[in-house]
């Protein structure tokens, strides 16, 4: 299935998530939404049933998502090796979000560089989880710059390696793991308890593939003719600052190849969190690093999409043999 993800993942970057298609991560957001409510009606209020709801809401969420791709590409397979070749590479290429991700994050550019900070921090609003409305244009550019760094993980290499190993079942598991963190795994009042088994899983899923991206990222650095030298000093040095055991891994290593400063204190919910800041400040951020990250993120997800294709082949290789 090398083959299958590779051409998903050109699929993703010549046409992306064409607004007339409903995208399946919008069904895995909407059973998320539906199962919270049922759960929050039927577990009584105390914070051991908060937590109980939260690991079933995981585990039904994710048992969903993998179940009916797998059993639609075991009878699409059993029709024709052809036809569950092709569902599998539409549904892999659905999964990917390279291509969304530079899109929408242009959208940010184009607004600082049409100097409509309005807009910008609408569109950069979309896209993170902090309070924008305050945001200066550098705010902006960092917000956007740590958007596409952690997000070359979590919607381009991550899904990748779990396709490369299970095709798009897993990969639709791993989007599920994704957004159930995204939409319930806050700590604020609401889901501090119920989110708190999402939010770990989340980490553990990221784990591996947060460090493949950060490493290739590095290597991007170079062959973009960026600071890579700095960049895997302060991946080195800061990775372990961010308060995501992931996060801080390719933002770190971004921030050293840009040579600015990410992280920092931000709001959520109007309240402060204090975070420590990555890399050294080395100049001021640029509306242009949102470019150049977005390059970054390309070659990063393309060196990765070589490296888990030819260990898939690799594999398939030895279990023919034997």
């Excluded at 079933?56 to 070749?85: H, S």
């Excluded at 957004?179 to 501090?192: H, R």
Aim: glycine letters at 6%.
């Amino acid at each position: 299935m090398a083959l299958s993800l590779v051409l998903a993942f050109v699929l993703d970057y010549i046409i992306g998530d064409p607004p007339w298609l409903w995208h399946p991560i919008r069904a895995i957001g909407l059973l998320i939404s539906c199962e919270e409510k049922i759960i929050r009606k039927s577990f009584p209020k105390s914070v051991k049933a908060e937590r109980i709801g939260g690991a079933v809401l995981f585990f039904t969420v994710c048992v969903i998502c993998f179940i009916i791709p797998f059993a639609v590409l075991y009878l699409a397979f059993r029709v024709n090796f052809w036809l569950g070749f092709i569902l599998n590479t539409a549904f892999c290429a659905q999964i990917f979000a390279a291509n969304c991700l530079k899109k929408e994050t242009t959208k940010v550019y184009n607004a600082l560089k049409n100097n409509d900070i309005d807009k910008a921090r609408i569109n950069i609003s979309y896209l993170v989880g902090r309070d924008t409305e305050n945001l200066d244009d550098k705010g902006i550019i960092k917000a956007a710059v740590e958007t596409i760094a952690e997000n070359t993980s979590d919607g381009v290499v991550a899904p990748m390696l779990y396709m490369a190993v299970g095709a798009a079942p897993l990969g639709f598991l791993y989007k599920a793991v994704n957004t159930l963190d995204s939409m319930v795994g806050y700590k604020n009042e609401k889901y501090i308890n119920f989110g708190k088994f999402s939010a770990k899983a989340d980490d553990l899923f990221n784990f591996l593939p947060s460090r493949i991206t950060a490493l290739f990222m590095v290597l991007s650095s170079f062959f973009l003719g960026l600071d890579y030298k700095n960049a895997f000093k302060i991946y080195k040095r800061d990775r372990n600052k961010h308060s995501s055991p992931n996060a801080g891994q390719t933002e770190s290593a971004v921030a050293g190849a840009l040579g600015i400063q990410l992280g920092g204190d931000a709001y959520y919910f109007s309240k402060l969190y204090k975070k420590q800041l990555l890399g050294d400040k080395l100049r001021e951020a640029e509306k242009e690093d949102i470019i150049i990250a977005n390059k970054i993120m390309y070659l990063t997800s393309f060196l990765s999409l070589l490296f888990f294709s030819a260990l898939r082949i690799a594999v398939e290789v030895i279990i023919c043999r034997f």
